[in-house]
């Protein structure tokens, strides 16, 4: 079925209904410290202030690194009976954690990783603490 892939699957383009397209449902950066959206409960909470809103999708922004949480995204979406569409993509390196290891890998690491998220998923741990290593040498570890 051709679609737009939500965390819970394909959705025909015509059932997005009004588009929240910059969100970030859950997050965590050094650059806003304290600033954290991580609470599940909460963010499920807003989330369904969102639909009540008439929003019937919305679109996470939340770059590699920054908290990203699929799983927890799918339950949320579930939930509040949004559509969720994930992103991937990198922040300017004042958002990673210090020694994060997105900064000194090559280029084509970084491309791989976008490309993991988009044609196998996001990794559930957001890649926090493992440098991704290129698909041809097997899974990252
Ligand atoms: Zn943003």
Request: proline share 8%.
């Amino acid at each position: 079925m051709p679609g737009v892939m939500t965390v819970r699957g394909p959705v025909a383009a015509g059932e997005l209904g009004r588009v929240d397209a910059h969100e970030h449902l859950f997050l965590r950066t050094p650059a806003l410290p304290g600033d954290d959206f991580w609470d599940e409960e909460k963010s499920t909470a807003e989330a369904r202030l969102v639909g009540e809103s008439g929003i019937r999708t919305v679109v996470d922004l939340t770059p590699v690194g920054l908290g990203r949480r699929p799983s927890a995204l799918a339950r949320l979406a579930e939930a509040s009976g949004l559509h969720v569409i994930a992103a991937t993509g990198y922040h300017r390196s004042a958002h990673d954690p210090s020694g994060h290891w997105a900064r000194p890998v090559d280029a084509d690491v970084l491309v791989d990783v976008l490309v993991q998220d988009l044609t196998t998923g996001i990794d559930d741990r957001d890649w926090s603490g493992r440098t991704p290593r290129r698909p041809a040498s097997g899974p990252a570890s």
